[in-house]
């Protein structure tokens, strides 16, 4: 039997001792500056069983709850509209907008908070400032517009603190899922939304606006109680920004893998080797040529937060500038004008002042979202075999189509048959892909250093830009000659055709991928060459599991 002396970290509930410990190999090979075992060098090859995935799959779907409020916030406009008539454009267009007004103002914030305070502790200052909404909105009278504005303000703040919406929520799953199964996890997201969407129409249509603002009150407040209980912290979080927790780190992932041991030391392993702050100790005896390693991951550290102020490598460049583009093409397709303004939407289309009937426009809706959340669950299940990227191109294709047809079709004299089969099938397919999709590559493209606070900054980018399409949309239809509609269209078709363009030209997939694999595509040789060296620089940790 050969013995080996290696330095590795003895952790208690209590304290986190160094020492120096002999250790019979036993089929583990211990090198001098690059410790490799056998955890690390074999891969899981057995598929997970459904009781490994399952403490994932639950943090998962608790923390896509929140993901709902987005498709809430984005109906509430027709929910009020559906009892309360606007006469005044501009009314109307202020209730709207004034949420994605708002969701710049504290998103590039919501990066250092994440940071600082951790992702759960983000979720639940999230929760409070929605439920602040929902009080407002619960005792408010609809002709006091100030407080509908204040209720839609605070809505458009918690919308702040959840980076998009979606966005935190897509950080948090993408740092716990297992590379396997990430993908299909992370399209919840989409999933999630529709289900807000619908939810929010189904109640809509059959309580009078009083009693729905109580009910989603409830609903918020319900959310915030199982984020408590069923939600660990992000384990790398605690590697990356908590590296003297080391036993946090431990028991959260324990908490996502407490069955199969092989899975939780080769996620461990993966965890330690892949954060940069494995080596900020200075108990942690470090070989010499590490020691530039180190210091360069102090600076790195002490500079996160305004990761714009200073140079960075081409694995945050490129990823950023992708996503940039992304999100503006996105705004450019009309994805989110056909939600927020939908019951403005088939009034027009049709032809009509409503589709005939009390609460006709909402049971449209109702019914729209039904197949909005199928063709979501059909798009998540698709997500696992074919990937993100075919699934935005299809997405982007169906909606350029089907806008071309409400173009070529609309006219004020002619049947509304084939433009509201237009309207409905571009709703749909956006729902597919484009209107989710982008925010949940923010979890995925960014290196982990930078994902909070770049994605943050993302976020408010595409926000802005959806402030100013939806501030325009009223206007940009309001002639009542026909021609704009057909003309906003036509535009709509050309920003999702250029999205699809650009998606198959720039954007990688990224399913079954872990962020190195992705960091690497966007590197070129000589920062993979030195990424490659940083990995053997920091130190492999073997851990009994607790």
Known sequence: MAYS???????????????????????????????????????????????????????????????????????????????????????????????????????????????????????????????????????????????????????????????????????????????????????????????????????GSLFQWQTVNVIFFIFTAVTTVLLVIFLPESPVWLAKFRSARTYDARTSLRRIYPKNDQVFMEELDHLYRDSTTTADSPEVHQPQHCIGCEQATKRRRLKRCFWWRTPQPRTVTRPVRVLAIVFLLQQLSGCYPVIFYAVPVMRSVAGTTALGGPYSDMEAMVALGAVRLLTSVVACALSLHVGRRPLLIASSLAMACSAALVALTYSPTAAPL???????????????????????????LLPVSVRASAGASLVAYAYTL?????????????????????????????????????????????????????????????????????????????????
């Open 418 to 444: 084939w433009p509201l089969i237009g309207v409905a099938v571009f709703a749909c397919s956006g729902s597919a892909g484009v209107l989710v999709f982008p925010w949940t590559l923010v979890g995925e």
């Open 466 to 546: 959806m402030f100013v399409v939806l501030k325009a949309f009223p206007y940009a239809v309001a002639d009542d000659d026909g021609g704009s509609v057909a003309t906003t269209f036509a535009a709509f078709a050309a920003g999702s055709l250029a999205m699809a363009a650009y998606v198959h030209a720039r954007l990688p997939e990224t399913m079954g991928k872990r962020f190195d694999e992705i960091e690497a595509h966007f590197a070129d040789d000589k920062h993979a060459a030195t990424a490659t060296r940083n990995a053997h620089c920091k130190t492999s940790y073997l851990m009994t599991p607790p």
């Open 5 to 203: 002396t290696f330095t590795t970290p003895l952790i208690s509930r209590n304290s986190c001792v160094w020492k120096n410990h002999q250790t019979i190999s036993n089929g583990i090979q211990f090198k001098s500056n690059d410790i490799i075992t056998n955890v690390e060098q074999n891969v899981t090859t057995n598929k997970l069983s459904w009781g490994d995935l399952f403490p994932q799959i639950l943090a998962s779907v608790v923390a896509f709850l929140l993901a709902t409020q987005p498709g809430i916030n984005m109906v509430y406009s027709n929910i009020f509209l559906n009892h309360y008539e606007f006469t005044d454009v501009s009314e109307l267009s202020w209730l709207t907008s004034i949420l994605v007004f708002c969701t710049p103002i504290g998103a590039i914030t919501i990066g250092v908070i994440m940071d600082r305070i951790g992702r759960k502790n983000a979720f639940l200052l999230t929760s409070g400032t929605l439920l602040i909404s929902w009080s407002i909105a619960s005792v408010a009278r609809p002709e006091n517009m100030r407080l509908i504005y204040a209720c839609r303000f605070f809505a458009g703040i918690g919308g702040d603190f959840l980076t998009g919406m979606t966005s935190m929520v897509v950080v948090y799953v993408s740092e716990i899922a297992h590379a396997s199964h990430r993908q299909v996890l992370l399209s919840l997201n989409s999933v999630f939304f529709s289900v807000g969407v619908l939810f929010a129409t189904t109640v």
